[in-house]
């Protein structure tokens, strides 16, 4: 089974970034499209971007269009993601998932889950 792991949460001022990442062990990442999802208390998890398998295609949640950015090191079995212009309503727990074959915003539809990192967005 792949086993994911997420990094790089904290407690940041809005305005400010964080670069989480998603390393990948047990098995390649090369067969795999990684999703980051989100969940902020009392809310559904949400989709926030999605990375195929081959790093080519990827799609944004809309709240953040322009200032996350999702990229993959296959040879680091790594996904990252770069938040920039954090805002309050961006602290939530974000997840890493992987799945087979193409992006899914559907989290059912993925397999392989990490244990979440904390994103905190305040003054």
């Known amino acids: 089974q792949l086993q994911l792991v997420e990094s790089g949460g904290g407690l940041v001022q809005p305005g400010g970034s964080l670069r989480l990442s998603c390393a990948v062990s047990?098995?390649?990442?090369?067969?795999?499209?990684i999703g980051w999802f989100r969940q902020a208390p009392g809310k559904e998890r949400e989709g926030v971007s999605c990375?195929?398998?081959?790093?080519?295609?990827?799609n944004y949640a809309d709240s953040v269009k322009g200032r996350f950015t999702i990229s993959r090191d296959n040879a680091k079995n790594t996904v990252y993601l770069q938040m920039n212009s954090l805002k309050p309503e961006d602290t939530a727990i974000y997840y890493c998932?992987?799945?087979?074959?193409?992006?899914?915003?559907?989290?059912?539809?993925?397999?392989?889950w990490g244990q979440g990192t904390q994103v905190t967005v305040s003054s």
């Open positions: 990375i195929s398998s081959s790093g080519s295609w990827t």
């Open positions: 047990r098995f390649t990442l090369d067969y795999y499209s």
């Open positions: 998932a992987a799945k087979r074959s193409y992006c899914s915003a559907y989290p059912p539809a993925y397999d392989y």
